[in-house]
Nanobody, 125 residues
Framework: QVQLVESGGGLVQPGGSLRLSCVAS????????MGWFRQTPGKKREFVAA????????YYADSVKGRFTISRDNTKNTVDLQMNSLKPEDTAVYYC??????????????????WGQGTQVTVSS
């Protein structure tokens, strides 16, 4: 069973940057497609970004396009999310996950599994 652990969250001022990292361990991790989602209290989990198995194809939510960059290093089993020009509305718990079902759209959390525990990102002055 693959386990995912996110890190890098914290408190940052509007306009600032953070880099989140997701490390996979355990099981047989064969560099599957991965995604980042976020969630705020009382709301559904929201798609942020996703990346193909080799990093050549990426997907972004319109709300983060041009500000966030997803990348991966398959030699280290990591997937990172570089977040720039952060806004208060980016405040959420951020989760990484493994794409497990291609029958769903890339932005649908139902197509992902092995969720990490999440890391809190707070954008506030």
């Amino acid at each position: 069973q693959v386990q995912l652990v996110e890190s890098g969250g914290g408190l940052v001022q509007p306009g600032g940057s953070l880099r989140l990292s997701c490390v996979a361990s355990g099981g047989t991790f064969s560099s599957p497609p991965m995604g980042w989602f976020r969630q705020t209290p009382g709301k559904k989990r929201e798609f942020v970004a996703a990346i193909s198995y080799n990093g050549e194809v990426t997907y972004y939510a319109d709300s983060v396009k041009g500000r966030f960059t997803i990348s991966r290093d398959n030699t280290k089993n990591t997937v990172d999310l570089q977040m720039n020009s952060l806004k208060p509305e980016d405040t959420a718990v951020y989760y990484c996950a493994v794409r497990t079902n291609n029958n769903f759209r890339w932005d649908n959390p139902e197509g992902f599994g092995s969720w990490g525990q999440g890391t809190q990102v707070t954008v506030s002055s």
